[in-house]
């Protein structure tokens, strides 16, 4: 298989699971279900386009950061192998991760808070975008934010089309799809910390 494709098809699995859109939609309709189409519609407009906007400077500065704040990728991949692997790992046992969950007193705008930050963009989120990226040259890094792009239109959808969908997904399916992202999660994670290990032994060699 071609690596670019590759690569392609690897991070849309890992942001697929980890951004759950049939998941985060029942949290979308629970906060947004009393307002009007046209409300919602803003809502998920600026809630998907900060999500975006996040992932986008990660990816992009990932290196930078690395070198201003004297960083390794090694670090970075067993730091986000480990977030990725406790919020799979919540969602393997059909809980929402606690990673990605707002503060139960958090009254603000809810396309900031709890929709992009940090429920779409939280940091598991970002140590993927980040360690996709900075593992590779400007080809993985432009692939890296496109898939995500696409992820945010079939979220976007997904937020748009919320009553029609969770009409159709009972709670037991909702659950099945859950612990399912939640496996595909936790592999992802410990495949992350096994490769970051392993390059921390030879660079320390």
Known sequence: MNPLLEHALTVFMAFFA???????????????????????LKVAKKALLLTFLIILVFSVLGKTLFHLFGITLPALRITGGCLVFLVGYQMLHGESSKLHSPKDNDDS????SPLAVPLLAGPGTIATAMNYSAAGGWQEIAITVLVFLVLCFITFFCFIFSSKILSSVSQNGLSIVTRLMGLI????????????????????S
């Open 18 to 40: 980890i951004m759950n859109p049939i998941a985060n939609t029942v949290v979308f309709a629970g906060l947004t279900g009393h307002k009007s189409k046209s409300e919602q």
């Open 109 to 112: 705008d809810e396309a900031v």
């Open 185 to 204: 999660l936790a592999v992802i994670g410990v495949q992350m910390l096994i490769t970051g290990i392993n390059a921390a032994i030879h660079f320390g």
